[in-house]
C-alpha cells in the first residue's frame, strides 16, 4: 500500500519531511480506534498502535488525540507487530461535534473529534417510512460538514422502500444550498451508481447518518465487497442496532477511502458560525434587506426575514433551525471547558504604565 493510496498528498508530505523524517519516523494513517487501541495503515502494512508515554504527557484535550483519518507519525516496535504513535500531523480538515458533560451544577462543552482529513462527506438519511429522514437533522449535518472543511453530498438510501423519493429529494434539494443530492438503493443491484463518481482513488470519504441508514450497505455496495458488518434495522423503532461502535476506514480496491461511521443520531454543534451562514444562505440574502443591521429576525420592524415567511417564500422551521444551531454554537463557546479556556485565551497584555 503505497501513501497515495492512503490519501497524502503534498501538504502532509512537507509537514512529514520538515519535522518528522529526520526522525526516523514513519507516516501512517488512522484507520480505527477504540479505548485508546489504535490501528494504523502505511507503507508497510497494517499495524496495532498506541500513543507513546510523551505523546499522552503532552496532550491536553480529547481533541489532541489521534481519531480515524489521522496522519500520524510512528515508529514500529522491536517486536514488527505494533507500533507507537509519536506525532499527530496537523489537520487538514476536521468533523468535530460538541459533547455536553454536567459536573456539579455546571455543564462543559468539549470538542469531540469525529473524523480527519475528509475530503467529502455523505450525508445518508433513509426514506424507508420517513422515520429515518429529517429535513432539519439534514441542516445539522450540512453545517458539520461545511464547517469541517469537507464537501457534502446528500445521499438518500433505501429509495426502494419509498413511493415519495422523488419528491423527498426536491424537498433536500431546497435546503440543501447547492449540495448535489442522490436518491440510490443501495441493496439493488446498481443502486449505488450515481455515488461512483465521488469515489477516487487518494479521496476521503466519511458516510454519516443515523444508524440503520444503510451507511455500511452502501460502502459494501460502491465497493462490491462485504467489508463492513450491516444489521437489521429492528421493528419497533426503526434504528439499526449498533453494529459498528467505532468509525472505520477502508482503503477499497478500485481507489478510494471510505469511512464508515457508527450511527451519530443528534449532532451538536460546536463550532462554525459561518458554516451556519452557509447552510441557511437565503437567510443571510434575506437578512440584507432587513432593516437593521443586526435584525434577530424575532420581531424586530422592517424585517426581511419574518416578511419572507409571511408570503411563503420561507418556511418558519427554516428559521427555527437557523437560530437554534447560532445558539448551539453560542452555548458551546461559552461553555467551553477549562482545558480548552487555558488553550484559547489569549496572554495577557502588559500594564500600561502610569503616566
Ligand atoms: N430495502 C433496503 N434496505 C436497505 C438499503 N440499504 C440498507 N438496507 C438495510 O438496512 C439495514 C441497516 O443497514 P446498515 O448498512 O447496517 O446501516 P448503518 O447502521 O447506517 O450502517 C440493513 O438491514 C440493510 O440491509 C436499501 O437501499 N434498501
Ligand atoms: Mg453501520
Ligand atoms: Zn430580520
Redesign the pocket.
Known sequence: MTLETLGWSDYFSQIFSSEYADKGLMAARVSRNSKQIYHVLCEEGSFVARVSGNFRHRARLSSDYPVVGDWVAIRLKPDGLEAEIRELLPRQTVFSRQAVSASGTESKSSEQVIAANVDMAFL?ASL?GGRGFSLRRLERYLTLTRNSGAQPVVVL?????SEAADRAADEARKIAAGAPVHT?????KG?VEPLRQYVREAMTLVLL??????????INSIAGADL?R????RKTDAR?RH??TWSEMTVIESGGILI?TP?LRDVQLWSGDTAVDETFAELRELARKCRFRDCKHSGEPGCAVAAAIESGEVEEERLVSFKKQKEEIAGALRRRDHGEKLKHVQPPRPRRKKK
Not at 438510501?157 to 422502500?161: C, G, P, Q, R, T
Open positions: 445518508v424507508d438510501n433505501k429509495a426502494d422502500l440510490v438503493s443501495a441493496l439493488e443502486g447518518g443515523p444508524s440503520g441508514s444503510g451507511k455500511s450497505t452502501i463492513m450491516t444489521s437489521e434495522v439499526g453494529t459498528t464508515d450511527g
